[in-house]
């Protein structure tokens, strides 16, 4: 809020492990690898193609930093952003929402994965919040990356760059920002998310 300028009134945070039940609760997220993925660290084995992830699958995916470009944080931010876009998709699609069970088991496994600030907490409001996604559309939603340049005492650090105050404003005034057709992660091994 203070980086940024604009006051942040609730909030929701999904952990890692969370990422186990919300996956299976959709009925997987499926994403495209354009390489043979490989990371001894989050455990990803995926080949070349596109696959239904859900459970660790998912959560390696999403843990994985060294199959993807300079295997950096912002490089896993790529992929992360495909994965979400996926998911939202596979969300937002009738199949899942019209779908009394579909919906029921994303709301428990939602209640259980999310932390939430306490005007949130009320089991109502996180039982509507599946619903209220209906009327976000995938192409309304922009992933980015805030752009950073290296930091001057320390080259592992990374700080805002000046064009980062583009995005506080476009946020402090609710302007959209100009739309970039999703990429996959540079460098190789590179992937790709579809709905």
Do not use: W
Not at 33 to 58: I, Q, T
Not at 97 to 106: E, G, H, S, T, Y
Request: charge should be neutral; charged fraction near 20%; proline fraction near 7%.
């Amino acid at each position: 809020s203070h980086l940024t300028g604009v006051p942040i009134d609730h909030y929701l945070k999904v952990n890692f492990s969370g990422v186990r039940d919300i996956t299976a609760a959709v009925g997987g997220v499926r994403v495209c690898v354009s390489d043979n993925l490989y990371d001894d660290g989050s455990h990803l084995r995926m080949a070349k193609g596109e696959h239904l992830v859900e459970g660790l699958s998912a959560l390696a995916y999403l843990r994985t930093r060294h199959a993807f470009g300079d295997g950096s944080d912002i490089s896993r931010t790529h992929a992360q952003h495909l994965f979400l876009s996926s998911m939202i998709g596979t969300i937002t699609q009738a199949g899942t929402l019209m779908n009394p069970i579909k919906v029921a088991r994303l709301t428990e496994a939602a209640t259980k994965a999310l932390t939430v600030d306490s005007e949130l907490k009320d089991i109502g409001q996180m039982a509507d919040l599946p619903r209220a996604v209906t009327a976000i559309q995938p192409d309304q939603i922009t992933m980015l990356t805030l752009p950073v340049v290296e930091y001057p005492a320390d080259p592992n650090r990374r700080i805002p760059a000046p064009s980062a105050e583009r995005i506080y404003e476009a946020l402090r005034t609710d302007t959209p920002l100009a739309r970039r057709p999703a990429r996959a992660p540079s460098a190789s091994p590179s992937a790709s998310a579809s709905p």
